[in-house]
Nanobody, 125 residues
Framework: QVQLVESGGGLVQAGGSLRLSCAAS????????MGWFRQAPGKQRELVAA???????NYADSVKGRFTISRDNAKNTMYLQMNSLKPEDTAVYYC???????????????????WGQGTQVTVSS
């Protein structure tokens, strides 16, 4: 069983920055593919960024150059640094763990076994 707890969401003006954190329980965090997803009202949940056990990263086109995903395996924590935020980034952000594919990112939500409760990010114009 893996528990994931997100933090760091909030309200920010367009052009601002936020840093999300995802703290994970368990002793094998370093082996997982970890991902950040988001879901806006009326829209499907989508992958924003993911990071493999080896540190390779994958980003949605809409956030490339603005968001940076990272992980600290010693702290069992993943981060999402979000810069140059836009109103269309407004959503609930979820962290998720894929415990089966350590080195391959899958964009489908069905590939992820554990989810956090989500944190709201609101970007005002």
């Amino acid at each position: 069983q893996v528990q994931l707890v997100e933090s760091g969401g909030g309200l920010v003006q367009a052009g601002g920055s936020l840093r999300l954190s995802c703290a994970a329980s368990g002793r094998t965090f370093s082996r997982y593919v970890m991902g950040w997803f988001r879901q806006a009202p009326g829209k499907q949940r989508e992958l924003v960024a993911a990071i493999t056990s080896g540190g390779s990263t994958n980003y949605a086109d809409s956030v490339k150059g603005r968001f940076t995903i990272s992980r600290d395996n010693a702290k069992n924590t993943m981060y999402l640094q979000m810069n140059s935020l836009k109103p269309e980034d407004t959503a609930v952000y979820y962290c998720a763990a894929d415990i089966h594919r350590g080195s391959t990112v899958v964009t489908s939500t069905r590939a992820y076994d554990y989810w956090g409760q989500g944190t709201q990010v609101t970007v005002s114009s």
